[in-house]
Nanobody, 123 residues
Framework: EVQLQASGGGLVQAGGSLRLSCAAS????????IAWFRQAPGKEREGVSC????????WYADPVKGRFTISSDNAENTVYLQMNSLKPDDTAVYYC????????????????WGQGTKFTVSS
């Protein structure tokens, strides 16, 4: 069974750091695009970052550029999102998603989704 397990949420103060993890099981994500999306209360789900595991290409949404870093540990079949200089606007439920294609900001193209992990950035 294909599963994505997102973890790492919690409560952090503005300016702090947090690392989210997305562990894949049931498939080897080599060749997949693994993306992080987020959805804040009352807002639409938006793409945050993506890693194309086939060539290492990364993409970041403008609001997180320079603060977030996506990486992978192929041996652990896990993708990480290191988040620094966090802001209250980063508060959301974060989801990881996978598709055997190149990165996309369109949530609908992704085949597999994790359950979401929530964190709150306090001011």
């Amino acid at each position: 069974e294909v599963q994505l397990q997102a973890s790492g949420g919690g409560l952090v103060q503005a300016g702090g750091s947090l690392r989210l993890s997305c562990a894949a099981s049931g498939f080897a994500f080599d060749g997949y695009a693994i993306a992080w999306f987020r959805q804040a209360p009352g807002k639409e789900r938006e793409g945050v970052s993506c890693l194309d595991t086939s060539d290492g290409t990364t993409w970041y949404a403008d609001p997180v550029k320079g603060r977030f870093t996506i990486s992978s540990d192929n041996a652990e079949n896990t993708v990480y999102l290191q988040m620094n200089s966090l802001k209250p606007d980063d508060t959301a439920v974060y989801y990881c998603a996978a598709v055997i294609a190149t990165c996309s900001v369109v949530a609908g193209v992704y085949d597999y989704w994790g359950q979401g992990t929530k964190f709150t950035v306090s001011s």
